[in-house]
């Protein structure tokens, strides 16, 4: 759901009289549940720092192949796992959990 006083924006237009013009102004609802949510993401990821690697690395795998259309799971990651690149697979799920909090629909 878009904030709304920014629309998304992290910021609004007021005006400044003694400018005569418009002036941004920070989002502090937005710019607070930002700072909520990144303290959340640190304190999880304290906590599964020491879960098992298998678990965190399947969650991971379901969440790439089931972040992909079904019609392009084969290019995506055969390529990926046939030259064991491990990095490429880690930034695309960075960007996929990027895009689900975006809310951007588009698959990878
Ligand atoms: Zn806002």
Do not use: W
Not at 14 to 39: E, F, P, T, W
Not at 46 to 71: F, G, H, R, Y
């Amino acid at each position: 759901m878009k904030c709304e006083i920014c629309n998304g924006n992290l910021y609004y237009l007021v005006y400044d009289k003694h400018a005569d013009n418009m002036a941004k102004m920070d989002c502090l609802d937005c710019l607070s549940v930002i700072q909520y949510n990144d303290d959340i993401k640190e304190r999880i990821t304290k906590l599964l720092v020491n879960a098992s690697p298998q678990k965190l690395a399947q969650i991971v795998a379901t969440m790439l192949v089931n972040a992909t259309e079904d019609n392009e799971v084969e290019n995506q990651f055969e390529p990926l796992i046939a030259t064991k690149d491990r990095t490429r697979l880690l930034i695309a799920g960075e960007i996929i959990s990027e895009m689900m909090k975006n809310g951007n629909e588009n698959k990878c």
